[in-house]
């Protein structure tokens, strides 16, 4: 139990597209999604948390305008990078919460390059 | 600023040895702390966890002590099994943030 999918696993896009990541919880639901961003050598670092029908709340530095999230429903949330620049690229994972945060059943992340 | 320090990025050990991964933090207010395992391609995965209460909890092969005083917890792996072979993380968070501040990871090897 508690599996959480990522789609897609890799992304590769031209710089000054959009790229879309959803995050489901497959076998249970999730009231509170968390995204992370993870660039190389470096710590998962927390960009937003969302709770299923309100804003993200977003962390410091990061971007709302250019990371959209949405978490419509209680097994889905979406990421979706704006105007992607190459700095951008980075490993994005999400995890999700049943009950609230305390207990975080991780995805397996998508790989985005931005050329 | 790195809150959470993990100061190894990789470490070998020899199947059925202890393997010992540490971890550092630097925030006061952090009492709560787990620890996660990565395989390449796969989320992480929990681990095992400790609240600042206690100073050690055992499940199994794992064993992860915290000292407070110094900041410092320690995850014990006994004995080391090739499978063990994957990233460790190391988290923490402060009561009621659920926000979890994650290490930079140790790259842990058993060999055969």
């Known amino acids: 139990g508690a599996v959480v999918s990522q789609h897609p696993s890799r992304v590769i896009c031209k710089s000054g597209t959009s790229v879309k990541i959803e995050c489901r919880s497959l076998?249970?639901?999730?009231?509170?999604m968390f995204w992370y961003r993870q660039f190389p050598k470096q710590s998962l670092m927390l960009m937003a948390t969302?709770?299923?029908?309100?804003?993200?709340?977003?962390e410091q530095g990061v971007e709302k305008d250019k990371f959209l999230i949405n978490h419509a429903s209680l097994t889905l949330s979406t990421l979706t990078v704006t105007s992607a620049h190459p700095e951008d690229s980075s490993f994005y994972i999400c995890?999700?919460?049943?009950?609230?945060?305390?207990?975080?059943?991780f995805g397996p992340g998508t790989r985005l390059t931005v050329l | 600023d790195q809150q959470v320090k993990q100061n190894s990025p990789s470490l070998s050990v020899q199947e059925g040895r202890i393997s010992i991964l540490n971890c550092d933090y630097t925030?006061?207010?952090?009492?709560?702390f787990l620890w996660y395992k990565k395989y390449p391609a796969e989320g992480p995965t929990f681990l095992i966890s400790?609240?600042?209460?206690?100073d050690k909890n055992e499940d199994g092969r794992f064993t992860v002590f915290l000292n407070k005083s110094a900041k410092h917890l320690s995850l014990h792996i006994v004995p080391s099994q090739p499978g063990d072979s994957a990233v460790y993380f190391c988290?923490?968070?402060?009561?009621?943030?659920?926000?979890?501040?994650f290490g930079t990871g140790t790259r842990l090897k058993v060999l055969a």
């Open positions: 969302s709770n299923e029908g309100s804003k993200a709340t977003y």
């Open positions: 076998d249970f639901q999730a009231t509170t």
């Open positions: 988290a923490a968070s402060a009561t009621g943030t659920y926000k979890y501040i």
């Open positions: 995890s999700a919460s049943p009950s609230g945060g305390d207990t975080q059943y």
């Open positions: 400790i609240s600042s209460i206690k």
């Open positions: 925030n006061s207010m952090f009492d709560y």
